[in-house]
């Protein structure tokens, strides 16, 4: 098959500089629009001026964002799975693996949407709402989760289903389309048919649906000459394609969870001080996402590439994946922490004008900046430790960066550094998480057969 014979060229032949930013930068140009997409629904509902409602938006997002975490863990995971198979030419385990993601995805976000809908209420109150934001954040929650909840996980899910097969481009065309069409539809839905928060909400779903509608159709044109398969047939109880996927996903599903609870944290002991204080910590970490949607995307990008050659047992190729990987996204790391720490005034200026708030955001961006070479690093390990399926190595990058150690350190910090130690705590964390990664990849080199050649 022509196709093959493409993949081999890819994921085999082709220069790796070349192949690995012909994966990362569709991906990376993907995940920078769904950050700005992710920004509209706030922007544009703040134009009302209607302190309710802007709260509704923050009160539902912990719930938004656990349909990510969700295609994390079926995407993500059978697109690690996938890759691994594509490596040992096991074609058939292929199918089973895309019909099984597909099909847990479906399933598993209808039983979140129905028990979200069954629980609404006292989520929401425990999500932070109240008398005055209850009704806005039902209307919120209603449209993106659900009724919102399927064709969001399904989307995203089938993006990196596609970008494990080498069509990065066409998964990444995709997210974009929904991103730039919610952009659109958000001041329409918004001012022009005067629907408020509850058009936000109709402009997310719709959007999320209509990039749906796009990978269905491009997968049923591209059957014929794609190795994924969607049929219920491809699937036996024997198998044990389950645990593969959700084994490779599980790190991801949890940084998104984590990462939640985390920024809750935050927010909850910054509202201790001031509103300059809050508002300040939040444009900082807004700034400091984009360097993270860079290196999430540069390392979600190179998964195909890292678990193709490794289930093929070209070591040699797979560490000048990795060792490329790292020396691009830790340069361009390295180039930010040098303008964030020269120019903080002028890029957190782009978001609030208040001089209280820009003092306060220019110090915490100078602090976070410092550990993005480090971010970079933890999320191109993690990629390896699931590309390679070492589940549990993934599992404690992860989960020392986000949940375990920064909250409680916050804390700490925060009794002893008054508001400055909460922020501090992030580059001490990444620098603890970094070094363990780093001490686990060796061991995993040293553990491994045919060992990967470092010099």
Known sequence: MTVINDKQYLF???????AVMYLVIPTIISQLITIIYNWADIFFVGQLNDTFQMAAITICYPAFMMTTALSNLLGIGGASAISRALGNNNYDKIKKISTMSLLLSIVLSILYSFIVL?????LLYLLGADNDTINFAQEYLFWVVIIGSLPSVVNYSLSH????TGKSQSASIGIAMGGIINIILDPIFIFVFKLDVSGA?????ISNLLACIYFIIYLIITRKNSILNFSLKNLKFKDSVIFDIISSGLSSFFLSLMA???NASINKLMSGYSASAISGVNIAKKVDLCIIAFA?????????????????KNDRRMNKIIRFSMIVSITFAGVCVVLFSIFPKQIVSIFIKDEQTVIYASNFLRILCISMPLTSMIFIFNTIFQATKQTIRALITILLRKGFIDIPLMILLNHHIPIYGIVISQPIVDCTASIIAIILYITFIKNKKGKIVTN
């Not at 085999?12 to 070349?18: G, I, R, Y």
């Not at 069954?118 to 006292?122: E, G, R, V």
């Not at 909400?201 to 779903?205: K, L, M, Q, R, S």
């Not at 999430?296 to 093929?312: C, D, E, R, V, W």
């Open 12 to 18: 085999e032949k082709m220069k790796v500089p070349k």
């Open 118 to 122: 069954i629980l609404n209420k006292p």
């Open 161 to 164: 289903l596609i970008r494990a």
């Open 201 to 205: 909400a109709i402009a997310t779903f």
């Open 260 to 262: 939640l609870f985390s």
């Open 296 to 312: 999430q995307g540069f390392a979600q990008g190179i998964l195909p590439l890292i678990g193709y050659n490794f289930a093929s």
